[in-house]
Structure formats: structure tokens, C-alpha cells
């Protein structure tokens, strides 16, 4: 009985952290005063030569997907990079993100680049789990792909508790 008890307890503990280590989000004022809330980004793609980690924005009004790919462009070059990016999700079908902003953060050692998802689209984005993307990097190569293989459903958990967040 005492065992069961345990095993119970143990289990309650473990899931209940899970759900809330889900929706930790983090907020920060921008240099303009505004504040913005995000989620620590999740390794999406990861080599000895690359990777990219992904997570989600919001300003309360709108929501954009952040990418943190590295390597990255020097700062010079990583301003240029003004196109827009292509995901495809797990219900097949590709979406594209309007580009918003190249930020460099932390001394200039993390470069994130966000991108606009279409309020017409946060409903697929909430609901599949990102596959894969192309992006194009100017100043390295010409466009990188990535097929996710890790945390594909981060997007999808850290929209939801946005979501669940705005309806309270």
C-alpha cells in the first residue's frame, strides 16, 4: 500500500512539473518599452556543423516564430537577411512567414531572426508539429534546410499555452 501511495505521489509530482515547466514563459522590455513574452528557445536541428533552435514570441498581438540558427552571419551581413521563411508542418501543407527582425543579442554572440505567423494560420501552427524549414541566410549559402528531428512539437505546446494564457 505504502508503495502504491508512493508511485502515486511520484507520478503526480512528476507530471504536474511537466505542465508547468511547459508554460514557463519569460517576459522582457524591448529597448522601446515594450514588453515581449517568450518561451527559452528548443533545439530543433542540431550537427557538428549546425543547428537551429526555435521558439515562440508574442507582444500579445501578434506571435512569430524565432530562430536562432548557428552558425550565423557577422552582423553586417546578418541585417540584410529580410526574407520571409518557409515551414512546413505535420498536416502537409507549407507555410510562409513574413519576415519582422533580425535582433542580435548577448554582446552580438546569439543572432535571432523573427518571423510573422498569419493570424489566419496560428490555428495550424497550435495544432502540427513543425517538419521542416528553409531559410535563407544571406552571406553564407544559399538557402538552409532543416528536417526537425528534436522537440518538433515545441511550437505547438508553447502556443497552446499562450492561448490558454489570453483566454484567462
Known amino acids: 500500500m505504502k508503495k502504491m501511495k508512493f508511485l502515486v505521489l511520484f507520478l503526480y509530482f512528476v507530471f504536474?512539473?511537466?505542465?508547468?515547466?511547459q508554460c514557463d514563459i519569460k517576459n522582457r522590455v524591448q529597448a522601446d518599452?515594450?514588453?515581449?513574452?517568450?518561451?527559452?528557445?528548443?533545439?530543433?536541428y542540431t550537427t557538428k556543423s549546425k543547428s537551429l533552435k526555435i521558439n515562440i514570441v508574442t507582444d500579445k498581438e501578434n506571435y512569430y516564430v524565432a530562430l536562432q540558427p548557428t552558425p550565423f552571419p557577422e552582423k553586417k551581413v546578418g541585417k540584410k537577411i529580410k526574407d520571409d521563411l518557409i515551414i512546413h508542418l505535420a498536416d502537409n501543407k507549407t507555410y510562409k512567414l513574413v519576415h519582422y527582425d533580425t535582433q542580435y543579442r548577448?554582446?552580438?554572440?546569439?543572432?535571432?531572426?523573427?518571423y510573422l505567423i498569419d493570424n489566419k494560420d496560428i490555428e495550424a501552427f497550435?495544432?502540427?508539429?513543425a517538419v521542416s524549414a528553409e531559410i535563407?541566410?544571406?552571406?553564407?549559402?544559399?538557402?538552409?534546410?532543416?528536417?526537425?528531428?528534436l522537440h518538433k512539437s515545441a511550437i505547438v505546446d508553447q502556443l497552446k499555452c499562450f492561448l490558454k494564457k489570453d483566454e484567462n
Open 106 to 114: 548577448r554582446n552580438d554572440s546569439i543572432m535571432q531572426v523573427l
Open 136 to 149: 535563407n541566410m544571406k552571406g553564407t549559402e544559399f538557402v538552409r534546410s532543416y528536417n526537425f528531428k
Open 126 to 129: 497550435s495544432a502540427y508539429e
Open 33 to 44: 518599452g515594450s514588453m515581449i513574452y517568450y518561451f527559452e528557445p528548443a533545439v530543433f
Open 16 to 21: 504536474n512539473a511537466k505542465g508547468i515547466a
